[in-house]
């Protein structure tokens, strides 16, 4: 096997390892999403639960009626309830938990991503490269092992993220807006690459 042959499965192996990262990584990014709601929702009856105990309370003491007595012993018990509830399936620690793997991955894959141009290159020997690679995959393990679970709606949801609505990658538009003025490519992009091309030559 010749090197140019081996260079190109190790290219082969670290698009597929590269496209592995991305899609998990979004797929933790989709997680901590739908944890961040239910966060959101908690805290908001958790205020709802506790106000209207508050309430009914002093509405009680002012009334001093068997059934708001009754109702404020509901109400509080819900809310007894509710607090058990959040301390047994603590959904801000699972949050934190894809954040933390999210930003984990996305470090990777950009790192995957320099790889992969680093070995589209023929300057780099290809014992370097696979020495390279080794070692990602090693780190990427790593990650996986210690990474929450993810639930089939998250990956449903990363499906139509990518697929569909490209999630993954910018246009050459998109990019330009966010660069300042004399970074930008602008519309003529293939042949100010030429150009460039031309002049390193």
Known sequence: MTENQDRVKILSVARELFARVAWTHKTHEKERERWSRKVR???????????????????GAIVASKTMFVVTSIVGAASTAFVIYQVSFDACGIESQHRIAAKKLVALRDRYLLFILKASTASTPVIELQRGLEALQTETSLIYESAPDTSPEAYAMTSVGLKDNEELTFSDKEIDIMLPNNLRLGDDLGSQIQDRDSADL
């Open 41 to 59: 929702c908690e805290r908001w009856l958790n205020v709802l639960l506790v106000g209207l105990t508050t309430a009914l309370a002093v509405i």
